[in-house]
């Protein structure tokens, strides 16, 4: 039988250590998809407690809309015209709702690709896959939209508020039925999820009943969303019985209520359900699992979880104190969890086109051309099994969950030599619209990562440093410096040389005596296993 994964004894006592580029690093890449070289070295300058707080500090601006590249003269969205935003047009064709659903994946590649450094994207992805949701059962463009900006404005906000939001949203409501839940017909798909994936959960001490769900569904009788999806309750449709709860719940009786008053039996269901401290816990794992390891023992549970989960509820479910209470912890920065999660095909796509900060059209005045080279990155992610706003079932992606795997999911046969071919073709022949290409420039990358770009020791170390999680040993390291930047020769002034040359005199042959030996040396390290950790 194969041993358990390792795990770290260490709590949330504040971290006093010494903060390191590498310790910062690890903090950017488990909050940001990447982080350019010089946000590194500026997170660095500004220490562990102004970093986490510059992290969990958002901005009340939101990224601009997506914008029509999709009318044809055949198929034209009468709601928006090319080059518009669409998503406050309500529009009943397939067709149209099909291009708006794919036109939504390339804008979100784009506000992925220039997020602000701070953590909404990555905890709006946290919340989309918490509360799996399928774009294509959700159908219209303008309800996806929505569904996603309730996680983008306001991801480190309050847990209770964030579950009530989701619950009458028209996106969820249409996803999991609750629009057809009435008393005469009492739908159970939300009143189960909402308790096994959204809150209690199914593990621990959660031990709710079939009854439970039975009489969760009937507190959500009446929610529904007219045409302009907006949501509203219909007391007509609303079960106004008592709801009795199982003796998990302490055999709690929502009194049943006639007329609009009808809605308040939602709140009184949530209340219920964060009375438990089942919930607290369960959010608390699902977070630790995203940001620091998959792998929870009695010792996480103990020293991690139960205190964590505390927090949330002092702080009246506020999900800020938590994040900033774990980010700031000697755990997170335990060495064991530096290098020990398989990037997802998003984080590995995004944190690429970052890490080498790729330059795309602008997606304003150059809408049509950016937005094709974003949707190649989407096909990308799509080939490498993650689907952008489509997770497979209601329970987001299994790397996420299914035990014992988790993120070794990511990787198979079919899936990592995708991902070497994406790095190698990104540093060779890139993506070209139009004239507009996207494509590695090696040159301009090195003297971003490197204070010493002419010494060949210390391209090497910087490289490793920048593109990998884990170091390599120093006979690889030697190897890589004689074989690759050096052409096989002895001597360092080979690369000395050559890449002076490439500067002081910048002709096609002394740029591609570089530009060649670095694709080769980025093209190796990104082909290596550790590339794909973070």
């Known amino acids: 039988m194969a041993s358990s994964p390792q795990s770290s004894k260490l709590g949330l006592t504040p971290f006093k250590g010494n903060w390191s580029l590498v310790l910062t690093k690890h903090l950017l890449s488990r909050t940001l998809y990447s982080a350019k070289s010089a946000d590194i070295k500026r997170f660095n300058a500004l ?21 029509n590249d999709y009318n044809t003269s055949t198929v034209i969205d009468t709601g928006s015209a090319l080059g518009t935003t669409w998503v406050n047009s309500i529009n009943n064709d397939g067709t149209i709702n ?26 709006t992805f946290f919340w989309s896959n918490h509360f799996g949701t399928e774009a294509d059962t959700i159908v219209f463009g303008t309800m996806l939209y929505q569904h996603h900006q309730i996680f983008r404005s306001n991801p480190i906000g309050n847990y209770k508020k964030l579950v009530k939001s989701v619950t009458i949203d ?19 798909n ?26 969760a569904a009937r507190v959500l009788t009446g929610w529904r969303y007219d045409s302009n999806n907006i949501a509203f309750f219909d007391p007509t449709r609303h079960d106004t019985n008592n709801k009795v709860f199982s003796s998990f719940y302490n055999n709690k009786v929502i009194a049943g209520k006639t007329g609009v008053n009808g809605a308040q039996e939602l709140d009184e269901l949530l ?13 608390c794992r699902k977070l630790y699992q995203y940001f620091v390891y998959y792998y929870i023992d009695d010792v996480v549970e103990k020293n991690i979880i139960t205190p964590l989960s505390n927090t949330l509820i002092i702080n009246g479910f506020e999900i800020k104190p938590v994040l900033k209470q774990l980010l700031e912890s000697e755990h997170f920065y335990d060495s064991i969890y530096i290098g020990c999660q398989i990037k997802s095909p998003l984080d590995f796509i995004v944190g690429f086109l970052r890490s080498y900060e790729i330059n795309f059209p602008n997606t304003i005045t150059d809408y049509a051309d950016a937005y094709f080279l974003y949707n190649q990155m989407v096909n990308q992610s799509i080939s490498m099994g993650q689907n952008p706003v489509d997770p497979p079932n209601v329970a987001g992606w299994p790397a996420y969950y299914q035990a014992p795997e988790y993120n070794e999911l990511w990787i198979n046969a079919d899936t990592f030599p995708k991902r070497n071919r994406f790095t190698d073709l990104m540093i060779e022949t890139g993506y070209t619209k139009n004239g507009k290409k996207i494509i590695v420039n090696p040159i301009n990358f090195l003297k971003a990562i490197s204070k010493d770009p002419s010494n060949p020791n210390a391209v090497i170390d910087d490289a490793v440093f920048f593109l990998l999680s884990t170091d390599l040993s120093a006979s690889i390291k030697s190897n890589l410096k004689t074989q690759i930047l050096l052409s096989g020769q002895s001597s360092d002034y080979y690369w000395t040389d050559a890449w002076n040359l490439s500067i002081n005199s910048p002709s096609t042959i002394n740029l591609n005596i ?21």
């Open 98 to 123: 099909s291009n708006r659903r794919t036109n939504y994946k390339k804008w979100l590649l784009s506000v992925l690709v220039h997020q602000e450094t701070n953590i909404r994207e990555k905890m």
């Open 170 to 188: 028209p996106a969820m409501l249409r996803y999991l039925n609750g629009y057809l839940n009435t008393k005469t017909a009492p739908d159970e």
């Open 190 to 215: 939300y009143g189960r999820e909402l308790q096994e994936l959204y809150t209690v959960g199914k593990d621990g001490g959660a031990k709710y009943t079939e009854e439970d769900v039975k009489a």
């Open 514 to 534: 570089v530009n060649t030996r670095l694709k080769t040396l980025f093209k190796y390290l990104m082909n290596l296993p550790e590339y794909q950790l973070q």
């Open 47 to 67: 220490g562990l407690t102004a970093s986490v707080d510059e992290l969990l500090t958002i901005t009340t601006s939101l990224p601009s809309p997506p914008v």
């Open 271 to 283: 209340d219920l359900l964060f009375s438990k401290t089942e919930t607290a816990k369960f959010i």
